[in-house]
């Protein structure tokens, strides 16, 4: 999928929606969530916003937006969630901005449990790493479906947690365990975004063993090891059977019809219209 900067539809509907929330703000913060179908990205935003409702499926793009305030202080809090695994990672173009970027923090989703997901959430921070380049502390590895996990033997439990630290740290990003059925864990990240929001240091129990819900912050794991850990992870997790969601993933196209939508449509019929008078304009006036 390739993102022309002159027809950028996405890039005109993120314009609108922000320019609306600008008036009076003092600061505005962008979080960025991505990761592969399922990955518990959009309960993850439900916690925060206090929502019990079953999430609908991301196929593209989400927006929505909140406001913290601490004192005289207030915040406007955009959330952006792209779908579908790495296959539409050129939206991030458009989403993160020059102007934008010291103002992001982007959430890396997996779940835990799948071979598949942790491989999407490793190909999403090599695509990550180059937008966010001298900002990469500002991106968390988040493993979603820990209630699950915790119950896994202890062995593989130890394997996986010393293969994320170890890939966390490569990004010099953090590594944190949720889960939407544990009210303890949701306020933990509900917590961490509200610290970042109002341009706080994150704090919490650094806790970087198996027996407990892992909660790493960016370039706070000196012992976690390197590729010598990395490398052999890596492979057993590309030899594990194929999930149903890897499968699933493997059949998505960014071209399909699955991704219509009728106001995203109308949209880019609209700003094409304009674009194509523009540059008849712009002829005439050159001839």
């Known amino acids: 999928m390739n993102v022309d900067p002159k027809r950028d539809i996405w890039g005109a509907l993120i314009n609108e929606k922000a320019s609306s929330l600008k008036s009076g703000v003092n600061e505005e913060k962008h979080f960025l969530f991505v990761g592969s179908e399922k990955s518990g990205k959009s309960c993850l935003q439900n916690q925060f916003f206090s929502r019990r409702d079953e999430p609908p499926e991301t196929l593209a793009l989400s927006y929505q937006s909140a406001s913290v305030r601490q004192d005289d202080k207030e915040v406007v809090l955009h959330f952006w969630e792209i779908g579908s695994g790495t296959k539409l990672d050129q939206l991030i173009n458009t989403i993160v901005?020059?102007?934008?970027?010291?103002?992001?923090?982007?959430?890396?989703?997996?779940?835990?449990?799948?071979?598949?997901?942790?491989?999407?959430?490793?190909?999403?921070?090599?695509?990550?790493?180059?937008?966010?380049?001298?900002?990469?502390?500002?991106?968390?590895?988040?493993?979603?479906?820990?209630?699950?996990?915790?119950?896994?033997?202890?062995?593989?439990?130890?394997?996986?947690?010393?293969?994320?630290?170890?890939?966390?740290?490569?990004?010099?990003?953090?590594?944190?365990?949720?889960?939407?059925?544990?009210?303890?864990?949701?306020?933990?990240?509900?917590?961490?975004?509200?610290?970042?929001?109002?341009?706080e240091t994150p704090t919490g129990e650094i806790i970087t063993q198996h027996i407990s819900p892992v909660f790493i912050l960016p370039d706070s794991d000196k012992e976690c090891g390197g590729n010598e850990i990395i490398s052999p992870y890596v492979r057993q997790l590309k030899s594990a059977p194929p999930d149903d969601d890897a499968q699933a993933a493997s059949k998505d196209d960014p071209t399909s019809s699955k991704f219509a939508e009728k106001e995203i449509d109308e949209l880019a019929e609209t700003k094409e219209r304009e674009l194509e008078e523009k540059l008849r304009t712009l002829r005439a006036n050159i001839i």
């Open 97 to 199: 901005t020059k102007e934008t970027l010291k103002d992001f923090n982007a959430f890396i989703c997996f779940n835990v449990n799948k071979p598949s997901s942790i491989l999407t959430a490793i190909d999403w921070a090599e695509n990550l790493i180059s937008k966010f380049a001298y900002k990469s502390q500002s991106i968390y590895f988040i493993g979603t479906f820990y209630d699950t996990f915790e119950s896994n033997d202890p062995s593989q439990k130890i394997n996986t947690v010393q293969g994320l630290r170890a890939i966390a740290s490569k990004y010099h990003a953090g590594l944190i365990f949720t889960s939407y059925k544990d009210d303890n864990l949701a306020n933990r990240f509900k917590g961490l975004i509200r610290q970042l929001a109002l341009g």
